[in-house]
């Protein structure tokens, strides 16, 4: 399957990156590029977004990006460093980067930046790689 059917039908399943109001803007493989406006629902007593928010997408983009290669693969671990406040009304934006994908791992890293382009959280994930291929 292409890029784009394997992101798609991913999407089609995902209610909470649905919910989020993810919007992909480019299907490239190992790095798929998605897009979200913070709501007021998504912040914390602090009135900034929940760390959970940016968790989210960038989990999200960290799937999206692996499976693009054509294998069922899951996350197995993650982490997140939040690095600046996110607001209400903020855009952000991933950018996912493969450090290495062998045939069982892979170890990906996913950036969040804001509409200013600031960097506003940084994502490490480990995945395991099924060998099922997507269809």
């Known amino acids: 399957m292409e890029p784009k059917a394997i992101v798609d039908k ?4 995902d209610e909470m990156s649905q919910w989020l109001g993810i919007n992909i ?7 798929v590029v998605c897009e979200m406006m913070v709501r007021q629902e998504m912040v914390n007593g602090f009135n900034i977004a929940h760390g959970g928010i940016t968790y989210s997408l960038a989990d999200s983009a960290l799937a999206f990006s692996i499976n693009t290669h054509g294998i069922q693969s899951v996350s197995v671990e993650t ?6 406040p996110v607001k ?3 855009i952000l934006r991933t950018a996912t980067e493969e450090i290495s994908v062998s045939k069982k791992i892979g170890v990906l890293t996913t950036r969040v930046y804001n509409q200013d382009e600031v960097l506003v959280a ?7 790689r099924t060998g099922k291929e997507w269809e």
Do not use: E, P, R, W
């Not at 803007?25 to 790095?31: A, E, Q, R």
């Open 10 to 13: 991913m999407m089609a399943g």
């Open 25 to 31: 803007l480019d299907y490239g493989v190992g790095n």
């Open 79 to 84: 982490s997140i460093s939040h690095l600046k």
């Open 88 to 90: 209400v009304g903020d």
């Open 122 to 128: 940084a994502f490490k994930g480990t995945v395991y």
